[in-house]
């Protein structure tokens, strides 16, 4: 169980983001997990909703949007999404492949508020 | 706690009222930046690490309790270990004669760099040229956080199963070396090596294989001179 110490992070990226930005409040936090992640959804929506209480995104719906694994191969260029977790590449047989997508574990945006009632309204732009 | 703020998902409703703050950051970042800490540091003092992950009760203790004493002749060892509770395998460590520290994660599933960083001070680092950081028994989460080593061993036994590659890929894509422990387990138990072997290349086609056992020594001098050769090859960088 690593996704109370993810949360904490996630917090304090949607923290820091909010607040420098002088938005209004958080409404949607929208994260990015990769197939290939080492996280689990469930248990990051549990935390969230456990920890979010005390945070600037008290009243925010979290998103989570899955990315599939797609790799691509360095030796002959061709992008795809494997079968399975095969890094071996279906064109060229070569191994020499990087992985493009299906690690993430990112914040990807946050939705504020345009409405008054910011965490300080007055600093917005 | 039920039923609370949970609006469903895709509820775009009043989204028009908001607008979008890009972020891409992370989650991960904070533990990156102190891993790459951990690794100057380790460098700086010549220390070759080695991050040693495992499903509970594979047998990283018993590994490095028969793997120590070997290469005390050539090397000053230094041993981290992670434990969620208790310190047996700090004092298993620690009855060789070498510096052993323990972290208790208190319930964390794995390490993370920052208790490698703030472990790395208990240990005198001048007089350690080969750093052990036996990880948290689990076959998760220890893949996703960098600790600052410069290679992962991982572990499977035999008494596991030969589906773990598929469960797990993860650890296999991140190691340097599977050791296929318990290999005198063989005889009792449906673990089929070859597809084992297959399964763990096809996620990382350049993962080294090793078949031992603590309990024998079998495959031991191919570990040993698995050890030299990387530790030379670390210092030549």
Sequence with gaps: MHEVSLMKNLLSIVDRTAFGEGAGPVRVVHLKIGEMAGVNADALRFAFEVMAKDSVAADAVLEIERVPLSIRCTACGVEFRPGGFVFICTACGSSEIEILTGREMEVDYILVGDDAGGADGAARE | ?237
Excluded at chain 2, 23 to 33: C, M, P, V
């Design chain 2, 1 to 237: 706690m039920q039923g609370e703020q949970t609006a469903p998902r895709g509820n775009n409703t009043g989204r028009e009222l908001m607008h979008e703050i890009r972020i891409g950051e992370d989650l991960r970042e904070k533990n990156e930046a102190i891993a790459e800490e951990n690794r100057k540091l380790l460098a700086a003092h010549g220390i070759v690490t080695l991050n040693v992950m495992s499903a509970p009760g594979a047998g990283k203790t018993s590994l490095l309790v028969r793997t120590i004493p070997v290469l005390m002749k050539r090397y000053t060892i230094g041993v981290i270990e992670g434990d969620i509770q208790t310190t047996t395998d700090a004092e298993r460590i620690a009855a060789l004669g070498v510096p052993a520290y323990q972290i208790e994660t208190g319930g964390v599933c794995h390490l993370d760099a920052a208790m490698v960083h703030s472990a790395i001070h208990h240990l005198d680092l001048d007089s350690i040229d080969l750093l052990f950081i036996e990880n948290v028994g689990n076959l998760v989460c220890p893949a996703e956080f960098d600790l600052g080593e410069d290679a992962r061993v991982m572990l499977l036994s035999v008494s596991e199963g030969d589906d773990k590659p598929n469960k797990y890929p993860l650890m296999f894509r991140e190691s340097r070396l599977l050791l296929l422990n318990k290999i005198d387990l063989l005889p009792y138990v449906s673990f089929d090596v070859a597809k084992a072997r297959r399964d763990a290349r096809e996620i990382n086609p350049r993962l080294d294989i090793i078949e031992l056992s603590s309990t024998t020594g079998a495959g031991f001098e191919l570990w040993i001179a698995w050890i030299d050769e990387f530790v030379a090859s670390a210092r030549r960088r």
